[in-house]
């Protein structure tokens, strides 16, 4: 069965992701790798939404992975999806990466992303999010789909987004090792 990892960086290595440990909790920045391929997906402060060979920069040591079984379908939807984030070349959420780490009663106001003609911009954890959410649809994944449902995709961490999505996936601890 065909997976998607999301890779979760732990590691601080700036001041900025300093600060957002400090707010939001351990896990700083979350990446998808479709299972069958040596990219990742993910958006990056000061650049566009990418997608970039992942190489040997995902350790044990500075990230974190769970593996998500899902259908061809559904795994083929989310790379589509993230594929046509990158085509459109969406700019840094800057906003609401800032909103998510605030008190949720000074962001409660923020209506969430309602489809992806509505997506303006991205960051990280919300693109993730988005992905799944919009994408998912085999029965196998109804469950994480309702976990991912609570989430405003606006105000969602890296750390959120793994609390909500570690008890429908799997430590892919084999995946940072494994050859193409």
């Given at each position: 069965?065909?997976?998607?990892?999301?890779?979760?960086?732990?590691?601080?290595?700036?001041?900025?992701?300093?600060?957002?440990?400090?707010?939001?909790?351990?896990?700083?920045?979350?990446?998808?790798?479709?299972?069958?391929?040596?990219?990742?997906?993910t958006a990056f402060m000061w650049e566009n939404f990418s997608v970039n060979?992942?190489?040997?920069?995902?350790?044990?040591?500075?990230?974190?992975?769970?593996?998500?079984?899902?259908?061809?379908?559904?795994?083929?939807?989310?790379?589509?999806?993230?594929?046509?984030?990158?085509?459109?070349?969406?700019?840094?959420?800057?906003?609401?990466?800032?909103?998510?780490m605030l008190p949720e009663r000074t962001v409660a106001h923020c209506e969430?992303?309602?489809?992806?003609?509505?997506?303006?911009?991205?960051?990280?954890?919300?693109?993730?999010?988005?992905?799944?959410?919009?994408?998912?649809?085999?029965?196998?994944?109804?469950?994480?789909?309702?976990?991912?449902?609570?989430?405003?995709?606006?105000?969602?961490?890296?750390?959120?987004?793994?609390?909500?999505?570690?008890?429908?996936?799997?430590?892919?601890?084999?995946?940072?090792?494994?050859?193409?």
């Amino acid at each position: 069965m065909p997976c998607l990892f999301l890779v979760f960086k732990k590691a601080i290595q700036s001041q900025v992701e300093g600060l957002v440990s400090w707010v939001a909790g351990p896990r700083i920045h979350v990446e998808l790798v479709p299972g069958n391929q040596n990219v990742a997906f993910t958006a990056f402060m000061w650049e566009n939404f990418s997608v970039n060979e992942w190489g040997d920069r995902f350790t044990r040591a500075t990230h974190d992975t769970l593996s998500l079984q899902v259908s061809q379908e559904d795994h083929d939807r989310v790379c589509n999806f993230m594929t046509r984030q990158v085509a459109r070349r969406v700019p840094y959420n800057y906003g609401d990466v800032l909103r998510c780490m605030l008190p949720e009663r000074t962001v409660a106001h923020c209506e969430d992303v309602a489809s992806e003609a509505a997506i303006t911009s991205l960051y990280c954890s919300q693109a993730v999010v988005l992905a799944l959410r919009f994408s998912l649809e085999d029965e196998g994944t109804a469950a994480l789909r309702e976990s991912l449902a609570a989430l405003n995709s606006r105000l969602t961490t890296p750390q959120a987004l793994y609390d909500a999505v570690a008890p429908h996936a799997e430590p892919a601890d084999t995946f940072i090792a494994r050859e193409f």
